[in-house]
């Protein structure tokens, strides 16, 4: 019974873009994820179905605050794990077909998420 609480009472805790602690746009479309945030404060989730050899353009920068993004695998493994303050332009190469999630977290955050193959 407690890991249930636990896992509905992690789900509060999602975040999505038209709600309180988001002030920007996002936009989530089957091949993209597009994110300019002025104001976040929370974790949002995206995922890309996605065919072996597909490359992500990648636009990552965190002008303010603290902004984390983790790309993962249908495998559930890391393909990617950054901050968006050292390379902010990147590709990502993808080598498995499959559903592919995007994780943000953000904490008094202002910053750029560009993703689209």
Known sequence: ?????LLAGGGVFLFCCNQEGFTGSCIKN?????????????????????????VLQIEFETKKGSLYMEIKAPDGTTIYRGNGKETTEFTVNIRESGVYTIVVEARHAKGTIHIST
Do not use: F, S
Request: glycine fraction near 6%; aromatic fraction near 4%.
């Open 30 to 54: 089957p091949d993209a994820y597009l994110l300019d945030l002025q104001r976040m404060d929370g974790t949002d989730l995206h995922t890309l179905e996605l065919h072996e050899g597909d």
């Open 1 to 5: 019974m407690l890991p249930l609480l």
